[in-house]
């Protein structure tokens, strides 16, 4: 479990090489993060428009429902938005990411592993629960990664928040360039695959850079105190 610490202190509580490393690691974890996101999109209608699909009555996903399956993942970054200062509270920061980035990574393959689904019906369903926790893990590791870098970097904040940006954007970028010419060998279930295999090299890299010390969390009694004294 984590320890309890004012995570105001952040900024002043690591060394600048530590700094460092967790910075590193919150960029590069964000660029590969926000890789997917727009492959999906570009792909998966694709894929189910190409595919032979199998069943007695001859039903084909159409355009609502691939709307679904895509909307799935903001549907569950709405839902849990809200709680991950919560949620980070209680796990830590570290661990926060960890998971949030473990999540991606195995819906990622998940969906490459759909490829061998060819009953629509059960498609369909099983689309919409992975995409679903995708978007989950997907605001553990956007949100708290936010929240470490703008903490220990707190006095020039705005400075590492036009990082962030730049990674986010990198990201969103580059997935649908490398998306678009391995699709082409690797086809819908590789390039999955391979985007899979990049997220959890993004996680090993979290795990040896980031501190075990980024798991301290203050406890929400802790910080009603911390607010209530500063109304005073």
């Known amino acids: 479990m984590p320890t309890q610490a004012n995570e105001e202190d952040e900024d002043e509580q690591f060394p600048e090489e530590i700094k460092k490393k967790i910075l590193i690691a919150c960029l590069i974890a964000l660029t590969i993060g926000n ?3 727009l492959n999906v999109v570009s792909f998966l209608p694709t894929y189910i428009e190409q595919t032979t699909w199998t069943s007695d009555d ?4 159409n355009s609502t429902d691939i709307s679904i399956i895509l909307a799935a993942f903001s549907i569950a970054q709405i839902i849990f938005a809200p709680f991950n200062g919560t949620i980070k509270n209680y796990l830590g920061s570290k661990n926060t990411i960890i998971i949030g980035f473990t999540m991606l990574t195995a819906t990622t393959f998940g969906l490459g ?4 689904i060819t009953d629509p019906y059960m498609f369909i369903p099983v689309a919409c629960v992975l995409r679903f926790f995708q978007g989950q893990g997907d605001i553990l590791l956007q ?3 936010y929240s470490v870098v703008t903490s220990i970097y707190s006095s020039d904040m705005m400075r590492y928040i036009g990082y962030i940006e730049i990674c986010v954007g990198l990201g969103l ?15 819908y279930a590789g390039t999955m695959y391979l985007f899979a295999g990049l997220n959890g090299f993004a996680t090993v890299l979290c795990v040896f850079l980031i501190p075990n ?5 203050i406890s929400e009694d802790i910080m009603a105190e911390l607010e209530f004294e500063e109304e005073l």
Do not use: E
């Open 58 to 61: 001859g039903f084909t996903p």
């Open 35 to 37: 890789m997917m996101i």
């Open 143 to 145: 949100i708290t990664c």
């Open 213 to 217: 010390a980024l798991n301290q969390t």
């Open 113 to 116: 592993l759909m490829a061998l």
């Open 173 to 187: 970028g580059l997935g649908p360039s490398i998306g678009s010419f391995v699709y082409g060998y690797l086809g």
